[in-house]
């Protein structure tokens, strides 16, 4: 159904983990049987607990978080003074304020991704991100301070299923990701088999370019998937981090936010002139607008200062007046369509056959042996499902203010003022 919102983050099954003390940050997200989908069945469990959960146990666990962090961050140091003649850099004040992931953060990710393994991080900069021997040389001194990169399991789009190698067997992945123009596999030849199963990607629309990368402790008997991961990414410079930072708050957060609506924000799952084909459609041309007037020059301008390229010119990071009207214009039809949307999926959800179709792919009635259908079933279904999506309106309606008060907010800080 084309105008059926995908509520991707509603209700979750988890798996448990190793101890107590790791269980609520190790868990990780499971669609559950019954989420309401284009099938548009209703979900069966609240994940509040779930979530009450996750804050308990990062509280518990934070001493822990702090403790590897700094083991980590002292291990890193000392490899990039190791191999600071290649052109790496350890920024100790900025790594000294964001050694692992605040609590918001973490359960934002968990809540759109299911999991949160970047807890502890570090930031190095490096401006040749071309020079494959040198990060040969960043690895081994990883090695010689007892860090390894993770290894990981990857799904084939195409079955689902785990990649296996031709002996039959899983294949494992360096947890490696490289969004640069000009690396491909051939490159990292140097590195061996293993690294040459990298992630390889072209930067982001933004021209945002980095190496992102996960390794745990050589120096434990735990196994390889329980160790705690701690992320490191290479940027060119402070510039760079300054433009990311930025970029991050006027344009990545308030994308990021509106995106959370229960509505499927692709517009080619919404038939024209239908109310989801306008949030959708919408939402889309700010996204292009705030990249193209601030995410691009932005990264730019970073790339340039901090690789002092001679003679660059300076790109104007602002948003023209007309282009402001237009972006809160985008807005403005996103909120009108809201209610809109809910009386298209009112209407459609809501219809006897759409209830008995949700209740028959319920695991419920799959496992029970009397099969009818009566009216008081379809009447208490048909009830839930309603109260069900007076909540997502409800929600989705404060989300969408939310967002529009942050969209103001980068706009007076870009628009050209007179």
């Not at 293993?194 to 434990?220: C, G, H, K, L």
């Not at 109310?275 to 607008?289: F, M």
Request: proline fraction near 4%.
């Amino acid at each position: 159904m084309q105008v059926t919102p995908i509520f991707q983050n509603s209700f979750v099954n988890y798996k448990q983990q190793q101890s107590y003390k790791n269980q609520a940050l190790r868990l990780r997200q499971e669609p559950a049987t019954d989420t309401v989908s284009f099938g548009a069945r209703m979900p069966k469990y609240d994940n509040t607990f779930f979530k009450d959960a996750l804050s308990r146990g990062y509280d518990n666990i934070e001493p822990e978080l702090i403790a590897m962090a700094k083991e980590f961050h002292a291990g890193l140091r000392r490899a990039i003074d190791k191999v600071k003649a290649y052109g790496f850099e350890y920024d100790v004040e900025y790594n000294s304020k964001c050694p692992i992931k605040h609590k918001d953060s973490v359960m934002d990710k968990y809540e759109r991704q299911g999991s949160a393994q970047d807890m502890i991080r570090g930031t190095i900069y490096w401006q040749d991100q071309q020079d494959v021997l040198a990060f040969k040389k960043f690895l081994e001194a990883m090695k010689e301070e007892g860090w390894i990169l993770s290894r990981l399991r990857r799904k084939d789009p195409q079955t689902g299923s785990f990649i296996k190698g031709k002996n039959g067997q899983v294949m494992r992945f360096p947890d490696l990701e490289i969004r640069q123009n000009g690396i491909t596999q051939a490159s990292l030849e140097p590195l061996g088999e293993f690294i040459q199963r990298a992630d390889i990607s072209r930067p982001r629309e933004s021209t945002y370019a980095d190496w992102q990368m996960r390794f745990v402790s050589s120096n434990t008997k735990v196994k390889m998937e329980d160790r705690r991961e701690c992320e490191v990414i290479f940027l060119y410079g402070k510039n760079y981090k300054d433009a990311k930072e930025t970029e991050h708050k006027y344009v990545y957060e308030p994308i990021r936010e509106l995106k959370k609506i229960h509505v499927d924000m692709d517009p080619e799952h919404h038939p024209k002139g239908a109310a989801g084909h306008a949030i959708a459609s919408n939402a889309k041309e700010i996204q292009k607008r705030l990249v193209q007037f601030v995410s691009q020059p932005l990264f730019v301008n970073a790339f340039n200062a901090d690789l002092k390229i001679k003679d660059a010119v300076k790109l104007p990071v602002e948003i023209s007046k007309s282009y402001s009207q237009l972006i809160t214009h985008y807005m403005n039809v996103i909120k009108k369509s809201i209610p809109a949307y809910y009386k298209e999926i009112n209407t459609e959800l809501l219809k006897d056959e759409r209830i008995i179709e949700s209740i028959k792919s319920s695991p419920s009635y799959q496992i029970r042996t009397d099969k009818a259908i009566d009216e008081k079933e379809i009447k208490d279904t048909k009830r839930a499902i309603k109260e069900r999506i007076a909540g997502w309106k409800e929600d989705d309606s404060e989300m969408v203010k939310k967002v529009a008060e942050a969209l103001k907010e980068t706009l007076e800080k870009f628009v050209v003022k007179d």
